[in-house]
């Protein structure tokens, strides 16, 4: 009978902020996979290793969606822990791998943490009142996606608010260099709040509903949740593009309909003399 496949959380910030049980199956694993392009942890994975003191291998996009089975194939051997930061199942991804470990009759165990979109609620925006998440991915010259606005429209037509989730770009291919015959990657890129509400407002001009955001619309930016130096800022969608939110990863809330609690606990995050609309 082959191991179990332990697909474990861990949190938002460090190698401390894995969960006991979580740690315990890391130790049981003779093998430990760092899933390495949905989202980033402050630390290298050199620190992981050390702090469980077992060697730490980085699965990219290639590796998990596309190569799943060398994962899935080392729990003939024993254990098996894929680690993912966040909660595990928080991205389309990791749901894909618990699938096919089910239909091989891979035993499959998940252990859960902290992730963005609970931390989401130091906002002071309530959980409750939030609708369908979306992404944002970066804009090319040749591809601009809008099909997120349609959500956010969507959620902002009953009230609700939404949390946006910023693309990341590790290990992307250049292709500069692959014409030359060379596997080279281009340096990660992280969506910035300011990037994200630029995007944002060049897509407003095509759009027709009258629940579209506006440059004056409440919105809270959040970086780097669950670190010491988190930062949440609330204001415009004019006034968060023009705030230096520093390093990554951030996010971006854009507000529905506001309860008075919520604004008493979202006043101290507040861009001095803001005055949004949240209609």
């Known amino acids: 009978m082959p191991g179990t496949l332990y697909i474990i959380g861990l949190g938002l910030c460090n190698e401390s902020d894995i969960t006991l049980s979580g740690l315990n199956a890391v130790k049981a694993s003779h093998r430990v996979f760092l899933e390495h392009y949905t989202s980033i942890l402050s630390i290298g994975h050199e620190r992981l290793a050390a702090f469980y003191g077992k060697d730490v ?75 369908a998440t979306v992404s944002i991915p970066f804009f090319t010259d040749g591809w601009k996606p809008t099909s997120f606005l349609d959500k956010l429209e969507y959620n ?20 500069e260099a692959m014409k030359k015959g060379r596997t080279e990657y281009l340096p990660p890129r992280y969506m910035t709040v300011n990037q994200a509400v630029s995007q944002i407002k060049e897509s407003l ?28 800022v609330a204001g415009t969608l004019d006034e968060l593009g023009a705030t230096d939110f520093g390093g990554p990863l951030h996010c971006l809330i854009v507000c529905g309909e506001v309860h008075e609690l919520e604004w008493e606990a ?14």
């Open 57 to 131: 291998e980085l699965a990219g996009r290639e590796v998990v969606e596309s190569e799943s089975d060398r994962i899935l194939d080392a729990t003939q051997s024993g254990d098996v822990s894929f680690l993912v930061v966040g909660d595990p199942v928080c991205a389309t991804t990791h749901t894909d791998l618990m699938i096919r470990a089910r239909a091989r009759g891979i035993p499959l165990k998940v252990i859960h943490n902290a992730s963005c979109m609970g931390a989401a609620g130091s906002s002071g925006l309530h959980l409750y009142n939030f609708g």
């Open 266 to 279: 979202i006043e101290t995050y507040l861009v001095q003399d803001t005055r949004p609309s949240c209609a």
């Open 205 to 232: 001009p095509s759009r027709s509903s009258p629940n579209a955001p506006t440059p004056l619309t409440l919105c809270v930016g959040m970086a780097r949740l669950g670190h010491p130096d988190q930062l949440i």
């Open 156 to 175: 902002r037509g009953g009230g609700m608010h939404t949390l946006c989730l910023l693309d990341i770009k590790v290990k992307e291919p250049d292709f």
